[in-house]
């Protein structure tokens, strides 16, 4: 938002920046899926990835091999190459669409510097973040276990299998459905997770 002050246009300390990657469409239909569980917009999920990304040393020593000049994170200080070809012609997924998102200031200044490493532009930057956040962290249980409630159903139960199978698909290691649902609904006690009745019933049905 823009007000006036004194005669001259100032943006809000608050103002966020629009900011549209083209991602994978298998990463999109996810992100739509825990919109869907969460009730949370797919803008607010986006930036949580980014954010989630840009400060997480795994996801920038494994985007480090692609950078073309140096980059800074946080302490850590990490020689780019020239000789490196811009991933900005490539693309994530034969099936690609947009979406947009709206991100803070600092978030903002911190994809256009990793933007400038990978001599790429900051939407696709932005765009390997998130595929490569997606990929390669525990963001999305975590994030579901964080944001969704115990009110479940029969549709809810069906996104949730099939954000298992993409996660299953993109991770080495395979997460069995009683686990994942488990961590997402079950109580920690001693070291041990009990589930209550209703999610063993739900955990069976889906088996």
């Known amino acids: 938002m823009i007000s006036k002050e004194k005669g001259i246009r100032k943006k809000r300390k608050d103002t966020k ?23 949370k917009p797919i803008k607010d999920i986006g930036e949580e990835i980014c954010i989630e990304g840009i400060y997480s040393r795994e996801i920038i020593e494994l985007l480090s ?19 490196r070809t811009s991933l900005q012609n490539s693309k994530l997924s034969n099936k690609n669409e947009r979406i947009s998102l709206k991100i803070e200031k600092e ?28 990929k390669h962290s525990t963001f999305i249980s975590s994030y579901i276990k964080t944001h969704t409630t115990n009110e479940l159903d029969y549709e809810k139960m069906l ?11 993109n991770k080495p290691r395979i997460l069995t459905w009683g686990a994942f649902i488990s961590y997402l609904y079950g109580k920690v006690k001693d070291d041990k997770v009990y589930v209550s009745e209703e999610i063993m019933n739900w955990i069976k049905k889906f088996e």
């Open 65 to 83: 091999q692609f950078f073309v000049r140096d980059y800074w994170h946080k302490s850590t200080f990490i020689l780019g190459n020239n000789n």
């Open 159 to 169: 996104e949730l299998r099939n954000i298992l199978a993409f996660m299953n698909h």
């Open 107 to 134: 978030l903002d200044e911190k994809i256009k510097d990793l933007a400038y490493a990978l001599d790429v532009t900051p939407s696709k930057a932005t765009a390997i973040l998130i595929d490569c956040t997606i």
């Open 17 to 39: 920046y629009e900011i549209k990657p083209t991602i994978p469409l298998s990463i999109k239909q996810c992100l739509a899926r825990i919109s869907f569980i969460t009730n």
